[in-house]
């Protein structure tokens, strides 16, 4: 992830949306960044961080990969956030600074914390340093939106397949099985199937007929034979 947002998305970011804000405004509020980043925990990295924003004025969002221990619970206060989309949640948030990294690539960063009903602290760390703590837990936590939306369009219209570039040769002529040949095919090997094992009994009996004196047995095998040779013939047929 970080080779594709070093490499691809802020140079393609920075040549499509450039002085904005212009370098007046920037150079006003020492805080005030260009772009903000957000992305989940896989692209958290201090030094990468750090590059951003001394490089490009660029802020980034993400989840705090290593949280220290939990925060008091006196310390969440209850605030009213509107999320981007306009819709308006409460959510029990709590701020402090919080040094990340190590060596030359140590940063202070804000760390926002949000507590959920079942007590659990969800962390998150940004160098935004310009928007109110509202406003950075409403785009951290609504980007399971955005998950959840290229997750569908992936799994049913494949738009991942979208951003490849590639061909593939196709034989001249190619040859496939026509669905209903294969069912025709199928009820042709189940009758024959049949027709072998009707075929089997009827020798069996004509091989071991029934003895004349035991009148009985004798007379349901005469009647029996002629019944398994029409069967026979009616799978000829079909």
């Not at 990969?65 to 981007?84: A, R, S």
């Not at 919080?98 to 060596?103: N, P």
């Amino acid at each position: 992830m970080l080779q594709t947002l070093r490499n691809d998305i802020v140079p393609k970011l920075l040549q499509d949306v450039p002085d904005q804000p212009s370098r007046e405004d920037l150079t006003a509020p020492p805080s005030l960044s260009r772009l903000i980043l957000v992305f989940d925990r896989e692209g958290y990295s201090p030094a990468f961080f750090k590059q951003m924003w001394k490089e490009h004025r660029i802020s980034c969002i993400t989840y705090h990969k290593y949280p220290d221990k939990e925060w008091p619970e006196e310390w969440f206060v209850e605030q009213e956030v509107v999320m981007p989309r306009g819709e308006t949640v409460t959510l029990h948030l709590a701020e402090m600074g919080s040094l990340i990294g190590t060596g030359k690539d140590a940063l202070w960063v804000r760390e926002v914390r949000k507590l959920t009903t079942s007590c659990h602290q969800t962390s998150l760390i940004s160098t935004a340093y310009a928007l109110p703590d509202k406003e950075l837990a409403a785009r951290m936590f609504s980007r399971w939106c955005q998950e959840n939306f290229f997750g569908y369009m992936m799994h049913h219209f494949a738009i991942d397949l979208l951003a490849e570039y590639g061909t593939e040769d196709l034989p001249a002529r190619q040859e496939v099985i026509n669905p209903t040949w294969r069912e025709l095919t199928k009820q042709r090997n189940s009758i024959q199937s049949k027709l072998k094992y009707r075929q089997a009994r009827f020798a069996e009996m004509t091989i071991h007929p029934k003895v004349e004196e035991d009148t009985k047995r004798y007379r349901d095998w005469v009647q029996k034979k002629p019944t398994y040779w029409k069967k026979s013939s009616i799978l000829k047929m079909n």
